[in-house]
């Protein structure tokens, strides 16, 4: 019996637990196919729902609802019927022929003059009735609620464009009188019109663009010009143009020698002082005009951007800093950078060593790449400017260096603006050590030498002949006592060449 009671047990088992290796995992494709046929039979149950729903509304028949009475506190004590409220309007609206009313509330209804009554509508077993929905008008007044029904008034429709906005049913267009050569006045008879209203908070007044002789002020004609209203040099006379080249030259030169970050003021009397100098080399005296001022005024920032643009290769070259991305260049950049600036140690001419202050080799070769290039550079054209080389203007070249050493601090080359804000008080710095400098050392005048070897090998590097005091012809006393003897044996043989005739020939 036990025996059996086993075998009965194993095969119950077996029955409940499916034996492994005999059930199939549905395919992809029959997944897909159950899906499908799922979805086909909600959407026919969907559809018998709709067509039921369709017949029962065309043969007029009301479904109750079971949802059970609700209590409406809002606008009336009354107990709303369990008539579905969506059947009786259509119901309502059919019978009465009154057409749909409006959302509630709409910009296009008014209230009428007459109050509704709101006992004049129908009781509760008047809507559960079919027959009476059928035979007995239905009450006139449909809408519900404390306010009284609206009275639907026909709005046209407003016109919108292509975009989707509405146009406005009027344009006013200001026109300009049409303008005629005759020295008559311009003025056209005008209607009189309304004023128009104030404009409320936030908004602006709007300029007619109508012009009119009474509103019309004496203003100073602009050239146009393709570059932004900015002045030019091409866009003035050719008289103008020499004025204003040897007149830029002048400037330069000036706040290269005398400082490369002026002051407002300073900066004015410098432009006054070229603009002088081009007039008294021309020999006429010009006005100086605001746009020939503003011409020469931008050469100032222009002249600090060559200086940096030309000394920044030196500064990669010269002091052995490294290109590249990698970690061993970062960290040896920034720490050249770091030791370079400490104690002014690019200045000196052996930065191991700290020999050769203000000797260093990059001082020298930014001195000819920006000033004595070639001989129509600033630098050898005005001697009286350079000659020597000025101390303001090795402050100059000291801080430009400066401001390139400081772009790789960081490892890699970044741009640091050259900019009067940043290194300004940098310039100073270096214009008060350039005086303790030369204070410090003037028993044996090192500075002034630094400076008067700067311009000569400068002047070299242009190309430029040396400055030397002119040299006089001067001939020698026998020589001249032999002409006047000459003169005093043969004089009846010298004519005045009234015949044409020459010396040569006699």
């Known amino acids: 019996m036990d025996d059996e009671e086993e075998e009965i047990d194993d095969e119950e088992d077996e029955d409940q637990e499916p034996a492994r290796g005999r059930t199939r995992r549905p395919s992809e494709k029959q997944a897909q196919n159950f899906e499908e046929q799922q979805a086909a039979k909600v959407r026919k149950q969907q559809k018998a729902l709709k067509a039921d729903k369709a017949a029962k509304k065309k043969a007029g028949i009301v479904e109750q609802d079971t949802r059970g009475p609700i209590q409406d506190d809002v606008f009336t004590s009354r107990t709303v019927t369990t008539t579905r409220p969506t059947a009786t309007k259509n119901l309502a ?77 009027r344009i006013n267009l200001h026109l300009p009188p049409a303008h005629s050569h005759s020295p008559k006045s311009h003025r056209q008879p005008t209607t009189p019109r309304s004023r128009s209203r104030s404009p409320a908070a936030g908004e602006k007044h709007h300029r007619s663009s109508s012009m009119d002789s009474d509103d019309m002020r004496p203003t100073q004609t602009v050239k146009t010009r393709t570059s932004g209203g900015r002045p030019r040099a091409k866009d003035l006379d050719e008289v103008s143009k020499e004025y204003i080249g040897f007149a830029i030259r002048r400037y330069r030169g000036y706040i290269s020698t005398t400082g490369i970050y002026p002051e407002p003021t300073t900066d004015r009397e410098l432009i006054d002082r070229a603009w002088g100098d081009a007039c008294v080399e021309f020999g006429e005296q010009l006005s100086l005009t605001p746009t020939i001022y503003k011409l020469i005024a931008y050469r100032g920032p222009q002249m600090r951007g060559e200086m940096k643009t030309k000394t920044r290769p030196l500064t990669e070259t010269m002091y052995g800093f490294r290109s590249g991305n990698d970690k061993k260049t970062i960290a040896f950049n920034r720490k050249l950078a770091e030791d370079l600036k400490e104690n002014a140690l690019f200045t000196m001419k052996d930065v191991k060593a700290k020999k050769g202050l203000f000797k260093h080799p990059i001082l020298q070769k930014a001195c000819n790449a920006i000033w004595f290039a070639n001989r129509r550079d600033e630098g050898p054209t005005s001697p009286d400017l350079f000659n020597p080389f ?84 001067v001939l020698p006393k026998d020589l001249l006592d032999a002409a006047l003897q000459e003169w005093e044996d043969d004089s009846s043989t010298e004519t005045d060449g009234e015949h044409g005739d020459d010396d040569a020939s006699i």
Request: charged share 20%; aromatic share 6%; hydrophobic share 30%.
């Open 390 to 473: 000025t101390r303001e203007g090795l402050a100059g070249l000291l801080t430009v260096t400066e401001n390139t050493i400081d772009e790789y601090l960081t490892g890699i080359r970044t741009d640091v603006p050259f900019t009067a804000n940043d290194y300004r008080s940098v310039y100073q710095t270096h214009l008060r050590a350039l005086k303790e400098f030369e204070e410090h050392t003037a028993k044996y005048k090192l500075l002034n030498t630094i400076l008067v070897r700067m311009h000569n090998v400068a002047r070299f590097h242009s190309g430029a002949q040396p400055i030397t005091e002119a040299s006089t012809a």
């Open 93 to 169: 609206q059919r019978d009465s022929r009154v057409p749909p009313a409006p959302k509630f509330p709409s910009a296009d209804w008014h209230i009428a003059k007459a109050p509704s009554d709101r006992n004049a509508t129908a009781s509760t077993s008047h809507y559960q009735d079919n027959r009476r929905a059928h035979h007995a008008p239905a009450p006139q007044q449909t809408f519900r609620g404390m306010s009284v029904s609206p009275v639907r008034e026909n709005v046209r429709e407003p016109l919108r464009n292509i975009n989707g906005g509405i146009v406005p049913g």
